[in-house]
């Protein structure tokens, strides 16, 4: 897989929107925590392949979120002020099968601060901070007011055991579906949530209702990229990996196809949304093949690891 080189080009600040929790996971070697939730480690993957992001969360000032504050600040990443006005900052609990698969059990509430998105060039959401109210329908006006000069990507990163049946949630994923350039999500929230209907199926119908680029991981075996404005999809294969454990790597792949698409400055602002409408399979390949990179070096680790730019080239 094609690894970066040099520092990324000037862009706009990336705002990531969502939760920032404690990971507890459980698992044959006994208990961990780690700081994680999808978005914020989205945002600390990004910080540490060298882009300049912003964190919008909803955590406490107790000594979990001065922890989550401290791992973000170590990564690179800007707390938005307003973030620690929860009264205790969320958990989630990581139960792990005897291949190092994780199923979830959450403890967190989710509301908003006020933000000026002057200066965000591309804003990403996702996870339960897109699903769970009163923080949900506040998410999606920001993606909203954003696209008027930013660019915008979006991970469902779907958890049944907080978010209800699927036909709950599945008008509002549609609907953030819509308002977005970049869509990535995995065959389990497909499975989950359009049950028994193919994958391939459903990445061509979110690509008709707006992103150009519409992703779909699905483990060890790959990547399916559907680009709706050439016709065009691949299968992208994934590398072989000695697995330690799979929390977080989608996260890790979300972060590096958002690092490939700024580095070749086809997301960072309103003029990139075109250029990612022309880009083609050919233009969008590296920046898949950053993410695989990735999220394969985080699974070969403990917990929610990402990696920089270095370790991606040793």
Not at 11 to 40: C, F, K, N, W, Y
Not at 75 to 93: E, F, I, M, Q, Y
Not at 169 to 189: F, I, Q, Y
Request: net charge negative.
């Amino acid at each position: 897989m094609t690894a970066p080189t040099g520092p990324p080009p000037p862009t706009g600040r990336t705002l990531v929107v969502g939760e920032a929790l404690i990971d507890i996971v459980v698992g044959p070697d006994g208990r961990q925590e780690h700081v994680g939730g999808s978005p914020a480690n989205v945002a600390a993957g990004l910080a540490r392949l060298a882009h300049a992001v912003d964190v919008l969360t909803h955590i406490g000032t107790d000594e979990r979120g001065n922890r989550i504050t401290g791992h973000l600040a170590a990564a690179g990443v800007r707390l938005v002020p307003g973030s620690d006005g929860a009264a205790h900052t969320p958990t989630a609990t990581a139960h792990l099968d005897a291949d190092g698969v994780a199923t979830y059990h959450f403890d967190l509430a989710w509301d908003l601060p006020a933000v000026d998105l002057r200066g965000a060039g591309h804003l990403h959401t996702g996870s339960i901070a897109a699903t769970l109210e009163p923080g949900a329908s506040q998410v999606l006006e920001l993606v909203q007011a954003a696209r008027r000069h930013a660019t915008v990507s979006y991970d469902p990163n779907l958890r049944p055991s907080i978010m209800g049946e699927p036909h709950d949630v599945r008008s509002r994923v549609e609907e953030l579906v819509g308002h977005t350039d970049v869509v990535k999500a995995s065959d389990e929230d497909i499975q989950w949530l359009y049950a028994g209907t193919p994958v391939p199926e459903i990445a061509r119908l979110w690509g008709r209702l707006g992103p150009s680029v519409v992703v779909i991981t699905q483990g060890p075996g790959g990547a399916l990229v559907v680009v709706p404005g050439a016709g065009e999809e691949i299968l992208v294969p994934a590398a072989p990996a000695a697995v330690v454990d799979t929390v977080g790597a989608g996260d890790s792949f979300m972060a590096g196809l958002l690092s490939g698409l700024l580095d070749q400055g086809l997301v960072g602002d309103a003029a990139a949304r075109e250029r990612l409408r022309r880009a083609g399979l050919s233009g969008i390949l590296p920046a898949v093949e950053r993410a695989l990179a990735c999220a394969h070096w985080t699974i070969e680790r403990a917990g929610a690891a990402a990696p920089t730019r270095s370790d991606l080239s040793g």
